[in-house]
């Protein structure tokens, strides 16, 4: 019972017997809810029994024992271990894919970070800036980055709490510990599962339609093979990205990760430079396209805005990444994974910068509103460009987003086997956890092919999840951390979360104005 200590007032000479002994003081038996410590079981209401015994036991002599408690758990060191309050682990967690193995490091976090943060959305930034302009544009994507990367880094933060020593490892666990369930639900249910389950649809419908490409590519123009249709693409590419599910954890799947980062990085710069080697297109201009009428003038430059905080994502999984690393009180996890973050985003930028500003400089307003920098790379450039790099631009797309449909599809996974563990006491067998898996990526293909226009949407997807981006972690870091009222900090958090939210409201406003307005492309089950 190293965790009993007993405090008494004897001096060192023996008292009289007359003199009652100083209650001892026990502190309470404790673990830290770190993955670092081993899975055994912890104390048993019997042991806890017995310890109460034995504190409420008056000691027999006089002489005070020499105690076995480390000196971190004597009174001095009471205020900090009393402030600490640590808790138990959630048995269940070593049963779920996202906290089944925690023995990642910041190299893990910035592959991670680095594969759920760049994707083919960064690709449409040109279309923004052919309606906010050089400098509303430029300055747009830098302040939202700025905001972004401070988000994180409450995020980051908040990860561990030091008032109950409770690890929140899922974004809508901290949600629920900071609004409570219902309006957890209410207010992040819808954005957290589109960012998981819709971003992956909208992967099959990138993947699936890139595949079709590569084949014709690869095929020639005298290729007289039958091809197959789009649908059998998303086909291809949902089995392919089922197969890559069937990793256990998110640990696991650390190399795919980096894998996709690296296409990721790959494909954003050979497309900017291909389009910047190839020089701009002819009569290209870069003024601002106007709407008819001043309100449809107003909306449209909120959906541009909307695209621009549709190019950042990632936020959804960060408390996931960082639950895969190990914590300590000597040694908290938000260090390794500040620094992987970072690391990530530096890498981050240096992809989305060249891709909006080169791209606008490259075709101005005659960028593809549907597709972006890849579409115009085939259309402008399909002919005077090398059929190598062409294919290995699609090559890269397609392995970027095989890889970060196992990372977006992770939290879904999670929760779909928390629902077993909850019920059944135990860890989800591997034949149930692949059926799982297999279920939620043929849903999404099914998904994929009865709405294959979802890419036309970006503005009105990136107004609805921008709150889980750019406001609820100041809400979150206000609730959580309590920081002194009207200071600096809290003028803030308060600032930015409002308006975040108030973005939120007017971009997908403009959001479905512009699609009433303009009109989409809405082939249900035809993809093209």
């Known amino acids: 019972m190293d965790e009993v200590v007993e405090i008494s007032s004897n001096p060192t000479t023996p008292r009289s017997v007359s003199v009652a002994p100083t209650p001892p003081i026990s502190a309470p038996p404790s673990q830290y809810h770190s993955p670092s410590l ?6 048993s209401p019997a042991a806890e029994h017995t310890q109460t015994d034995i504190t409420n036991k008056t000691p027999k002599s006089s002489t005070p024992k020499a105690s076995r408690t480390p000196r971190f758990i004597s009174p001095l060191g009471t205020p900090i271990r009393r402030a600490l309050q640590l808790t138990k682990l959630d048995p269940q967690d070593a049963w779920l894919p996202i906290t089944e193995s925690r023995n990642g490091n910041e190299y893990y976090a910035a592959f991670h970070t680095l594969c759920s943060g760049i994707g083919v959305q960064a690709l ?5 800036f052919t309606i906010l302009g050089w400098t509303w544009g430029i300055i747009s994507l830098t302040l939202t980055f700025i905001w972004q990367l401070y988000t994180l880094h409450l995020l980051v933060e908040l990860h561990e709490s030091t008032e109950n020593g409770i690890r929140y490892s899922r974004y809508l666990q901290l949600c629920s510990a900071t609004f409570g369930d219902k309006l ?14 819709g971003t992956n649809v909208a992967l099959i419908i990138i993947g699936g339609s890139t595949s079709k490409m ?28 089922v197969l890559l599910s ?19 990085i790959g494909y954003c710069t050979l497309i900017w430079v291909v389009s910047v080697a190839e020089g701009r297109l002819p009569a290209v201009s870069y003024k601002t396209v106007h709407a008819k009428t001043q309100t449809a003038e107003v909306f449209s430059v909120l959906n541009a805005l909307g695209i621009v905080a549709f190019a950042f994502r990632g936020h959804n999984l960060i408390l996931e990444i ?11 996890s938000r260090v390794p994974m500040w620094r992987g973050v970072k690391f990530a985003y530096l890498l981050v930028a240096m992809c989305l910068y060249p891709l909006a500003i080169g791209g ?70 591997w034949w149930l956890r692949s059926t799982f898996r297999a279920m939620f990526g043929y849903g999404c293909f099914f998904a994929a092919v009865a709405i294959p226009f979802l890419g036309s949407l970006a503005g009105l997807v990136g107004g609805i999840a921008l709150p889980v981006t750019l406001a609820y972690p100041c809400f979150m870091w206000l609730k959580i951390k309590k ?3 009207y200071s600096t900090i809290w003028w803030l958090n308060w600032g930015l979360g409002v308006l975040g939210l108030a973005l939120s409201a007017v971009l997908t406003a403009a959001g479905i104005y512009i699609i009433i307005d303009t009109g989409i492309q809405v082939n249900f089950f035809k993809p093209q």
């Open 483 to 485: 920081p002194k009222m």
């Open 246 to 264: 069937q990793l256990p954890n998110l640990n696991s799947i650390a190399g795919v990760s980096l894998i996709g980062a690296i296409t990721a």
């Open 124 to 128: 449409i930034l040109p279309v923004a």
């Open 360 to 429: 606008y400089w490259a075709y101005g307003q005659q960028i593809p509103p549907n597709g972006g920098m890849l579409t115009a790379l085939y259309v402008y450039h399909g002919r005077d460009t090398s059929q190598f790099i062409l294919g290995l631009a699609s090559l890269f797309v397609i392995i970027s987003a095989l890889s970060s449909f196992q990372i977006y599809g992770m939290p879904i996974f999670d929760v779909m086997e928390s629902i077993y563990t909850k019920r059944k006491k135990q860890a989800c067998p």
């Open 38 to 43: 081993s899975r055994s079981p912890l104390l």
């Open 214 to 241: 590569f084949y014709q590519i690869l095929c020639g123009a005298t290729c007289t093979a039958k091809p197959l249709t789009t649908v059998e693409w998303f086909l291809v590419f949902t089995s392919a990205a």
């Open 322 to 332: 960082q639950a895969t690393m190990p914590s300590s009180e000597k040694h908290p």
């Open 184 to 197: 957890a639900k209410l207010l992040a249910g819808f954005p957290f599962l589109y960012l998981s389950a």
